[in-house]
């Protein structure tokens, strides 16, 4: 059952022991504020290092680094998109993130992956219409392919927590 393989955890993304967490960064890759910022303090200056070697990202796509001082062994960088409204393709941007985590991650036989609330923060998107959309992406892809095990969505507060579980329980209908 897909859903099994799916967990909503209210924390901090920086402390999973996990395969790799994803990071919402910016299209320099270059560090940030938010999750961006917390996962560069946590990972150490070797992960800006090597980021400086990824040569940006494009909104929607993701790049893979090693995770260095955090406790999962990789960090996926995607860029989410930014709220204008929701008639800038923001909907199938944000869903394209997650996909393009899954299919690195697939690729390097991980197994256990934590997503943060991508765009939810910073970038403006209501975590109402996140959720059910990084939801749904993440069923699908799990629903077509066995190689990952478990996905973790680390929500940072409790209000976006219950925004996510919500969503599940709606998932489950
Ligand atoms: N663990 C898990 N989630 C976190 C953490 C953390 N340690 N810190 C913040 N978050 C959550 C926020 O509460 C929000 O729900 O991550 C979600 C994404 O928020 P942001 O980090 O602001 O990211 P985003 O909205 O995608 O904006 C990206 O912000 O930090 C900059 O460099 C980044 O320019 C980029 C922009």
Redesign the pocket.
């Known amino acids: 059952m897909v859903l099994e393989r799916i967990k909503i955890v209210q924390?901090?993304?920086?402390?999973q022991q996990v395969d790799a967490i994803v990071n919402?960064?910016?299209?320099?890759l270059?560090?940030?504020?938010?999750?961006?910022?917390?996962?560069h303090r946590?990972a150490g200056p070797q992960l800006l290092a090597e980021c400086q070697t990824l040569n940006c990202c494009a909104t929607g796509e993701a790049k893979i680094t090693r995770g260095y001082n955090l406790p999962a062994k990789w960090v996926i960088h995607t860029?989410?998109p930014?709220w204008r409204g929701g008639d800038n393709r923001e909907e199938e941007l944000l869903a394209r993130c997650y996909r393009s985590c899954l299919t690195i991650a697939e690729s390097y036989e991980i197994k256990t992956i934590a997503f943060?609330?991508?765009?939810?923060?910073?970038?403006?998107?209501p975590?109402e219409r996140a959720a059910p959309i990084a939801l749904g992406e993440v069923k699908q892809f799990l629903e077509s392919k066995e190689a990952i095990a478990q996905v973790i969505f680390?929500?940072?507060?409790a209000d976006?927590y219950h925004c996510y579980d919500k969503s599940v329980k709606e998932m489950t209908g």
């Open positions: 924390g901090d993304i920086t402390k919402a960064a910016n299209s320099s270059l560090g940030g504020g938010g999750v961006d910022g917390a996962i946590a860029v989410g930014i943060p609330a991508i765009s939810t923060g910073a970038y403006g998107f975590v680390v929500c940072f507060g976006k």
